[in-house]
């Protein structure tokens, strides 16, 4: 799954950028500048998701971008996070079984699936090679206002 989701930007009454997205009505932010609340939505996707993934429920597929709105990624490592969480999820395996499967204790992988822990993201691409899945990445000219 891409974790790129289109964004409606437009501004207040006080010339603030205001940022929401439709595939994830949770996350909604606000900046001065659009290089700052595309930042923030980053974040604010990221921490909306990652609520979805606690909660065990699936996460959105991002819809395709319409008129004016922008596509706003998460960041590297909470993608990462989240699709071995998602992938988890899927399969019904456990920390404690992942944990096994690579060679670490539960703890390690506890931190692995956290979005707010900095983990290094080769490990992170290892626990979901070790479940049969890859990261892809790829790079986008970044649109600006």
Same mark, same amino acid.
């Given at each position: 799954? $891409?974790?790129?989701? !289109?964004?409606?930007?437009?501004?207040?009454?006080?010339?603030?950028?205001?940022?929401?997205?439709?595939? %994830?009505?949770?996350?909604?932010?606000?900046?001065?500048?659009?290089?700052?609340?595309?930042?923030?939505?980053?974040?604010?996707?990221?921490?909306?998701?990652?609520?979805?993934?606690?909660?065990? $429920?699936?996460?959105?597929? !991002?819809?395709?971008?319409?008129?004016?709105?922008?596509?706003?990624?998460?960041? !590297?490592?909470?993608?990462?996070?989240?699709?071995?969480?998602? %992938?988890?999820?899927?399969?019904?395996?456990?920390?404690?079984?992942?944990? $096994?499967?690579?060679?670490?204790?539960?703890?390690?992988?506890?931190?692995? %699936?956290?979005?707010? @822990?900095?983990? $290094?993201?080769?490990?992170? %691409?290892?626990?979901?090679?070790?479940?049969?899945? @890859?990261?892809?990445?790829?790079?986008?000219?970044?649109?600006?206002?």
């Amino acid at each position: 799954m $891409r974790y790129v989701y !289109p964004v409606t930007l437009e501004r207040d009454e006080d010339g603030r950028f205001v940022a929401l997205a439709r595939d %994830v009505p949770e996350a909604m932010a606000d900046g001065e500048t659009f290089e700052g609340v595309c930042s923030e939505m980053s974040d604010a996707l990221g921490a909306a998701l990652a609520g979805y993934s606690l909660e065990g $429920r699936g996460l959105p597929e !991002p819809s395709a971008e319409e008129g004016d709105e922008v596509l706003i990624p998460v960041s !590297p490592l909470v993608a990462a996070k989240l699709s071995l969480r998602e %992938v988890m999820r899927q399969k019904g395996i456990r920390n404690t079984e992942l944990a $096994r499967l690579i060679g670490v204790s539960e703890g390690a992988v506890r931190r692995l %699936v956290d979005p707010d @822990h900095s983990s $290094r993201l080769d490990r992170v %691409v290892a626990a979901l090679d070790a479940l049969g899945h @890859h990261l892809i990445i790829e790079d986008q000219p970044r649109r600006v206002a």
